[in-house]
């Protein structure tokens, strides 16, 4: 049985996955690349949620490994967020 941090875990890879979806779409409709940018910042913030319980799949795995991997992939997500919030662009139609 999952306990609450699990399910809230699932919960966060859901949502995530679902957000990037969402932008991936929007990304589609508009063609603008701040859209593009997100739904990676969403898909990564769902990898990292994975990573920090991947010492369940690989349980020799050290603990400043998995938080290396999951302060680098935090990292990542601030400056996509970041540079989708600074990037102008124009609405390109085709």
């Not at 050290?62 to 400056?79: C, Q």
Request: avoid cysteine; aromatic fraction near 10%.
């Amino acid at each position: 049985m999952l306990d609450i941090d699990q399910l809230l875990s699932l919960g966060i890879v859901t949502f995530s996955l679902i957000l990037t979806g969402a932008s991936l779409i929007a990304y589609q409709r508009t063609r603008l690349r701040k859209f593009l940018i997100v739904s990676l910042a969403f898909l990564l913030y769902a990898v990292k949620e994975f990573a920090e319980h991947i010492d369940v799949v690989f349980p020799n795995l050290e603990t400043n490994t998995v938080e290396l991997i999951s302060n680098s992939l935090e990292f990542l997500i601030i400056a996509l967020f970041f540079a989708a919030v600074v990037i102008k662009e124009g609405r390109k139609d085709e």
